[in-house]
């Protein structure tokens, strides 16, 4: 039986297009077991909020891989079906390739600083100040 997924990335200049909240394009490819099977641009209405999350759940997108977004805006898509993954930069083509491979969680896609810990919400943690002295020092809670 085959999956048929529809893949959406936004765009800028070939790459994943830095802020998800502001990006004008996106390309969404159509996957069926592994395999691309179409592939098309659109532009992104710059309209508000739930228009834009209206516009692109209508595109009957399952996953949308991107780089910054902002929470609202995640959660709003999230409400509306689409699956999120965020903090990724590169090259669409490379991207693709590697989402079709399974190996897109490599960090070489990763954008600076965002790291494993930003990922699905897993590992998420908390800094909490135990010294309110000089020095600043914190103390991670898992």
């Known amino acids: 039986m085959s999956m048929k997924i529809k893949v959406a990335i936004p765009i800028w200049d070939g790459r994943v297009s830095p802020v998800m909240d502001t990006a004008g394009r996106l390309l969404v490819v159509e996957i069926d077991d592994g395999h ?22 209508g595109l009957g997108i399952d996953i949308l891989i991107c780089g910054a977004i ?4 995640e959660k709003m898509l999230v409400a509306s079906g689409i699956r999120v993954n965020p903090w990724f930069r590169g090259n669409v083509n490379e991207i693709i390739t590697a989402y079709n ?29 135990t010294d309110f002295g000089r020095g600043r020092q914190f103390k991670e809670e898992l």
């Open 101 to 129: 491979n399974g190996i897109l969680q490599n960090d070489n896609f990763i954008m600076p600083g965002c790291g494993r810990r930003h990922r699905r919400g897993k590992g998420k943690r908390r800094g909490r100040r």
């Open 36 to 57: 691309e099977i179409s592939r098309r641009t659109v532009d992104i209405p710059q309209a508000g909020i739930f228009h834009r999350v209206n516009f692109i759940s």
């Open 70 to 73: 902002s929470q609202q805006f």
